[in-house]
């Protein structure tokens, strides 16, 4: 999920046609006004798309648990993993907390076997330690087998998410961590990519992530878990065959046509 990310594609807010008045004055003036009606449409879906996937990405904070990102952030190998509200939240799992103490060196291999295929992906250990350790945590403890990724977008931004093992996607540990290894550049998530979701408050990262499958150009507030090495075309299969909303109409922004569970998730040294 969660969580989670987004700049969507105006084609779905196109204005109406600019009418012709006789003069080339009058439809200039058509035009420039209908590309602004579909400038501020494309805005407020962009809003719209980031606001849903940062609210269902991961439980709340427990009350009074509420610290900055630079007060949790992972120093020295060590992370804090703080406690979510799990009496107001029931889709909460709770398999206990990862170690303090984490690897901070290398890569590692995360393999998600799935009813539609197997997905690949190399693990930035070194450069995410804390959402390495709590994926390897969890993937211990077969938190994500049986799972379903609940959320596919086509439209805007082409995302697969899972990693909810109440696949509502407001589920997730009884922990949370701090944000890290933000990408930067002009495209901060490429097609491959697989990112931890979240809430829109910081130190919100959970068990839900997400996969790029297509463009998806979004703010760089999402922790880079790795790349996905073998198993993409896969995945692209999924967005391209679409994503279904809860009466199972086609949707941009619904669960994946095609329904994927994933049998199981491990993560060991990398080959």
Same mark, same amino acid.
């Given at each position: 999920?969660?969580?989670?990310?987004?700049?969507? /594609?105006?084609?779905?807010?196109?204005?109406?046609?600019?009418?012709?008045?006789?003069?080339?004055?009058?439809? #200039?003036?058509?035009?420039?006004?209908?590309?602004?009606?579909?400038?501020?449409?494309?805005?407020?879906?962009?809003?719209?798309?980031?606001?849903?996937?940062?609210?269902?990405?991961?439980?709340?904070?427990?009350?009074?648990?509420?610290?900055?990102?630079?007060?949790?952030?992972?120093?020295?190998?060590?992370?804090?993993?703080?406690?979510?509200?799990?009496?107001?939240?029931?889709?909460?799992?709770?398999?206990?907390?990862?170690?303090?103490?984490?690897?901070?060196?290398?890569?590692?291999?995360?393999?998600?076997?799935?009813?539609?295929?197997?997905?690949?992906?190399?693990?930035?250990?070194?450069?995410?330690?804390?959402?390495?350790?709590? #994926?390897?945590?969890? +993937?211990?403890?077969?938190?994500?087998?049986?799972?379903?990724?609940?959320?596919?977008?086509?439209?805007? #931004?082409?995302?697969?998410?899972?990693?909810?093992?109440?696949?509502?996607?407001?589920?997730?540990?009884?922990?949370?961590?701090?944000?890290?290894?933000?990408?930067?550049?002009?495209?901060?998530?490429? %097609?491959?990519?697989?990112?931890?979701?979240?809430?829109?408050?910081?130190?919100?990262?959970?068990?839900?992530?997400? #996969? %790029?499958?297509?463009?998806?150009?979004?703010?760089?507030?999402?922790?880079?878990?790795?790349?996905?090495?073998?198993?993409? /075309?896969?995945?692209?299969?999924?967005?391209?065959?679409? +994503?279904?909303?809860?009466?199972?109409? +086609?949707?941009?922004?619904?669960?994946?046509?095609?329904?994927?569970?994933?049998?199981?998730?491990?993560?060991?040294?990398?080959?």
């Amino acid at each position: 999920m969660a969580t989670p990310p987004w700049t969507p /594609d105006s084609s779905s807010h196109q204005a109406p046609a600019a009418q012709r008045r006789g003069t080339s004055g009058c439809l #200039i003036a058509g035009v420039v006004t209908a590309i602004v009606v579909v400038l501020i449409c494309a805005v407020v879906a962009a809003v719209v798309l980031v606001q849903r996937l940062r609210d269902e990405a991961v439980p709340g904070a427990a009350p009074g648990t509420e610290p900055t990102a630079a007060a949790s952030a992972p120093t020295g190998g060590a992370c804090r993993w703080l406690p979510t509200d799990e009496a107001s939240n029931p889709n909460i799992k709770n398999v206990g907390n990862p170690p303090t103490t984490v690897p901070t060196t290398g890569t590692q291999q995360l393999t998600m076997t799935t009813n539609r295929g197997v997905v690949k992906v190399r693990v930035e250990t070194a450069k995410a330690p804390c959402a390495a350790a709590s #994926i390897t945590y969890l +993937a211990g403890r077969n938190f994500f087998d049986g799972t379903k990724c609940h959320r596919l977008t086509t439209e805007g #931004i082409s995302v697969l998410q899972c990693g909810d093992p109440s696949s509502t996607g407001m589920g997730g540990p009884s922990y949370r961590f701090a944000e890290e290894n933000l990408p930067t550049g002009a495209d901060p998530y490429p %097609v491959g990519t697989i990112a931890m979701a979240k809430t829109q408050d910081p130190a919100t990262t959970g068990s839900q992530f997400f #996969i %790029v499958w297509g463009p998806t150009p979004i703010a760089p507030e999402y922790t880079v878990l790795g790349t996905v090495t073998s198993g993409l /075309d896969g995945v692209q299969e999924i967005g391209r065959q679409g +994503a279904v909303d809860p009466a199972g109409q +086609a949707a941009t922004d619904g669960t994946p046509k095609s329904p994927v569970t994933i049998t199981t998730l491990t993560v060991t040294p990398a080959p």
